[in-house]
């Protein structure tokens, strides 16, 4: 991984080249003020100061040099408007006109990240450093960081590469970081205890068989939350098959677990004053002859009985015994990422979470994190007429609704049926992946809704405050 700690420090004085940040509305004013020679440079780089736009403005010297940058608000600056900068510029020490970067600090820093697990990086260049005087905040945004490559890393990567074990072998490196408890079940006690997530992944060979990784932190007397993230970390669709456009991104399912793993460790290197639970039921779908059928009946952690309408539905009944699990030490916060339904992308597209909760406080706390953090989500409903559409004639619930209708809305009910009813829920629908670059964003596996959910955390566990 990126040594993002590299990327950013304090501004002691050290030589580097000026970035000189400026918005359309500006530009003429700070022109006034330049030399001959800076005003014909911006003219030759036909620069108007918007956003993206970069220019090299010539020095005294021959190799004096510095840049110049469009952004939409010089005086407020987004996560991602020093992005392009950090991917553009040659390796080297720079600092900004004011010296402090606040939010796009971030962006500078996950410009950085590739994967090159299974080639040489092509045309790399040495690290962009940008010196900062909010000394204070370095930490926080390196941290950020280094969970969002995580995310990306483990979504980037093929699945018989990121299969059960390794999901285990990813918490396993966190608990032995952080000084965390690490449990997992599976084989007989898997089986019996979560006979869902038994159900799903058996048919996959062994080392890839199911299994529920649980890694517990902190002090027993702090605030108990539970994060929970599905891993299936290829899903065929099981007997009823994916046709191979719609299997060519499956090693991407497991993007719930990343996030959640990516969560924890925030959780865990900040230091947050909570009691962590995290859980990972992690499974292939895979086809077999001991395959789960459309029609089976699984039993559940809870004790429903669960109609299996579609073997393609798999991620709810993993999460379905997680929750169950989750709820059994009663948190005061359950929160579970998952990519769980075409039917999200389909309403929000790419770059938006589907948020479901029934708690209006925690919903009312989700869209201020989204929005300080500048990682949107989008609220759907937990439509209760729409539970009609999961009845089974012969079991408490079907796992896939009848229709077609309202698909991820369907899912989340599914879930709310495994979900404590006492304790704040938050389900996210996330999509785990980016389809197109930006910069900053690599095209691949992407972290989307980790930064808001984090954000929420800091606010509501700041002065060790629950509920």
């Known amino acids: 991984m990126t040594d993002y700690s590299n990327l950013l420090k304090a501004d002691q004085s050290q030589s580097a080249r000026s970035i000189h940040l400026i918005d359309a509305d500006s530009l003429d004013t700070w022109l006034g003020g330049q030399p001959n020679h800076v005003r014909g440079a911006v003219a030759a780089h036909r620069f108007n100061g918007k956003p993206g736009e970069i220019a090299i403005l010539p020095g005294e010297a021959g190799d004096d040099w510095s840049a110049i940058a469009g952004v939409k608000d010089a005086t407020k600056l987004g996560n991602w408007c020093l992005a392009k900068l950090a991917e553009t ?18 962006g500078w820093l996950t410009a950085h990240y590739s994967f090159n697990r299974y080639r040489k990086a092509e045309g790399a260049t040495g690290p962009r450093v940008l010196l900062t005087k909010e000394v204070a905040q370095i930490e926080g945004h390196v941290r950020m960081a280094q969970a969002i490559a995580l995310v990306r890393d483990l979504v980037n990567t093929p699945a018989a590469d990121m299969g059960p074990p390794d999901l285990e072998r990813a918490a396993s490196e966190l608990a032995t970081s952080f000084g965390a408890r690490l449990t997992v079940t599976r084989g007989d006690a898997l089986e019996t205890g979560f006979p869902m997530i038994h159900g799903v992944g058996k048919a996959a060979e062994k080392p890839f068989s199911p299994r529920l990784i649980e890694l517990h ?19 065929s669709g099981g007997l009823d098959i994916k046709p191979s456009a719609g299997m060519r991104l499956m090693k991407k399912d ?73 709820g059994e030490d009663t948190p005061e916060l359950i929160i579970d990422f998952a990519t769980l339904t075409g039917a999200a992308r389909v309403a929000l597209g790419p770059d938006l979470p589907a948020l479901f909760t029934d708690d209006e406080a925690l919903a009312t706390d989700m869209a201020a994190a989204s929005r300080d953090a500048d990682d949107p989500t989008w609220r ?19 796992n896939a609704g009848e229709g077609g209708f309202a698909g991820a809305i ?57 509920k």
């Open 410 to 466: 369907t899912a989340a009910l599914f879930l709310r049926r495994f979900a404590p009813e006492d304790i704040p829920w938050v389900h996210l629908d996330t999509f785990a992946w980016r389809p197109a670059a930006k910069p900053g964003r690599a095209k691949g596996g992407e972290a989307l809704g980790l930064r808001a959910v984090f954000s929420m955390l800091q606010k509501r566990y700041a002065r060790g405050r629950g």
């Open 89 to 106: 510029l040659p390796e080297g020490a720079y600092r900004l006109n004011n010296g402090k970067a606040g939010a796009a600090a971030l």
């Open 380 to 398: 759907l409903p937990l439509w209760d007429p729409y539970a009609d559409m999961l009845k089974s004639d012969i079991a408490d619930i079907n």
């Open 254 to 326: 497991m993007g719930g677990a990343a996030h959640a793993l990516a969560l924890a460790r925030l959780v865990m290197d900040s230091r947050m004053p909570v009691r962590l639970h995290l859980l990972i039921p992690a499974a292939e779908n895979a086809i077999s002859g001991n395959a789960f059928r459309p029609g089976d009946i699984l039993a559940s952690r809870k004790g429903l009985t669960v109609e299996i309408g579609n073997t393609d539905a798999e991620g709810r009944l993993v999460l379905g015994d997680a929750l169950t699990k989750a």
């Open 217 to 235: 932190w902190g002090d027993e007397t702090a605030p108990r939350v539970a994060i929970i993230g599905k891993g299936i970390c290829f899903d």
